[in-house]
């Protein structure tokens, strides 16, 4: 089945590191952009950071800069969201979405991916 799945989530004390992965099945990401999505509780869907179809583009919201980075490892057809630092207002679940749209900004909403993941939750919390 074509998809892509996310892991690595869980519960994490303020101050602490989580990595998220986003894995592509049957299909090769490679020629996919990919952005990390964040919902939290009662919230908008927030775009958190987005990488190119190779790791020398890169973006990310402002309120994570400096604390997550983003990369991929197109041999492993996976893409990764190193966090760090991580606050309370960083919970909420984390989805990745891949697209082919390839120039621009990296979209921001849902119709412009053909492929989203099922979310993995993130909880900061002490």
């Known amino acids: 089945q074509l998809r892509v799945v996310e892991s690595g989530g869980g519960l994490v004390h303020p101050g602490g590191s989580l990595r998220l992965s986003c894995a592509a099945s049957?299909?090769?990401?490679?020629?996919?952009?990919v952005t990390w999505f964040r919902q939290a509780p009662g919230k908008d869907l927030e775009g958190v950071s987005c990488?190119?179809?190779?790791?020398?583009?890169?973006n990310y919201t402002d309120s994570v800069r400096d604390r997550f980075t983003i990369s991929r490892d197109n041999a492993k057809n996976t893409v990764y969201l190193q966090m760090n630092n991580l606050t309370p207002e960083d919970t909420a679940v984390y989805y990745c979405?891949?697209?082919?749209?390839?120039?621009?900004?990296?979209?921001?909403?849902?119709?412009?991916?053909?492929?989203w993941g099922q979310g993995t939750q993130v909880t900061v919390s002490s």
């Open positions: 049957e299909f090769s990401l490679v020629f996919y952009r």
């Open positions: 979405a891949a697209t082919r749209s390839l120039t621009g900004t990296c979209p921001s909403t849902r119709d412009r991916y053909k492929f």
């Open positions: 990488i190119g179809l190779s790791d020398t583009m890169t």
